[in-house]
C-alpha cells in the first residue's frame, strides 16, 4: 500500500493543546489502525504528546463514526481526534 | 422524524405545532429541554460555548433517532442540538417525541437525551469571570445511556 495522506480533526481541548483544527497528514505505512496511528502522532511534538498523553480519554472517529483502538484505518479517510462529548 | 444542529433558538411551542399538526393518531407529547445554568462547581457562569463536529453530529442524531424509532412506537420525533456562544438561561437542547400512548413517548424522550448526552460529537466550554474551561464528560452521562444497553440485553 503507497503512503496517501489521511485528513485529520482535532476538536475541544484536543485542538486546543494540538494548536490545529485540522492537518492531512501521511503516516509511514507501517501505521494501519487507531492505536498506532494516535502512538505516532505522539511523536510529532510536545504538543501532540501533551493533548495525546491520557489516550483511554481521547475518543476516535473514522468518517464520522465512532472507532475503537484496534480499527483499521485507510489512506482518504477523515479522522477526528476529541475529548468524551459533553453535548446536551 | 428530524434533527437539526443549529446557531439559532428555537420555540418550543412552534416546533410541537409543526410536528404535531393533522397528525391525530398522536394521544401524548413529551418533550425535554436543556438550558445552560448559571453556576458549575460553585462558580459563576458567563457563557457556555458549544463546538460540534457538523458531519458527525448529524449522522449521529439521525442515527440515535432511527435506535428510539426502533424501540418505541413513536409517532413524530424531533431533537434540535444549538452550537455557539450562549447565555445562562438559554436553550441549548430540545427532545420531542410524539406516540399513541404516554409510555412510548416518555421512555423515548428520556432515551433520546440519555444517548445524545454521550454519542453525539458536542463539547461545552465554560466561561466564569477568571476562566475558561472545558466541560468535563460525567460518569454519571455514561450510566444513564448504558442502562438502555443493559435494558436492550435482558430482553
Redo the contacts between chains.
Sequence with gaps: MTAAPIKL?Y???VR?RIGLAEESVTPPTEITDVAALIAWLKTRGPRYEAALKNDRVVRV?IN???AKPEDAISPGD?I?V??????? | MAVRVQAEDFSIEAEIGALTRGRTTIGGVASFIGLVRDMAGGESIRSMTLEHYPAMADQMLAEIEAEAKQRWSLDASLIVHRYGRLKPGDRIVLVITASAHRGDAFEACQFLMDWLKTQAPFWKKEETSTATRWVEARASDDDAAERWLSEKTNE
Excluded: C, I, S, Y
Design positions: 480533526l476538536f475541544a481541548w486546543d472517529a464520522q463514526r465512532f477523515e477526528a476529541f475529548p468524551p462529548v459533553t453535548g446536551g
